[in-house]
Nanobody
Framework: QVQLVESGGGSVQAGGSLRLSCTAS????????MAWFRQAPGKEIGFVAA????????NYADSVKGRFAISRDNAKNTVYLQMNSLKPEDTAVYYC???????????????WGQGTQVTVSS
């Protein structure tokens, strides 16, 4: 199984930036896509962004397009989520995940990190 360790969460004022990191270890041979999801209190988990590990495909939720950017460092087995122009609506627990295909539904991903809290104040 793939193990995922996240970091970079915290509190920031609206308009600020944060950079989340997710490092993978273990059985990563079948990992083709790394993605970020988020879940606010009382809300269903939602897709944020995804990127293929060996290709160039990316996908972003409409709510974060132009503000968030997903990137990778294959040598470090790490994926990043650069979050700019943060809004209070971005407040949520953010989860890193891996899967075999590009998808926007959480059911299509196999392994998950523990989650990291992002809080954006007005």
């Amino acid at each position: 199984q793939v193990q995922l360790v996240e970091s970079g969460g915290g509190s920031v004022q609206a308009g600020g930036s944060l950079r989340l990191s997710c490092t993978a270890s273990g059985r990563t041979g079948s990992t083709y896509v790394m993605a970020w999801f988020r879940q606010a209190p009382g809300k269903e988990i939602g897709f944020v962004a995804a990127r293929s590990w060996t290709g160039f495909s990316t996908n972003y939720a409409d709510s974060v397009k132009g503000r968030f950017a997903i990137s990778r460092d294959n040598a470090k087995n790490t994926v990043y989520l650069q979050m700019n122009s943060l809004k209070p609506e971005d407040t949520a627990v953010y989860y890193c995940s891996v899967g075999s295909t590009m998808a926007t539904t959480s059911q299509r991903y196999n392994s998950w990190g523990q989650g990291t809290q992002v809080t954006v104040s007005s």
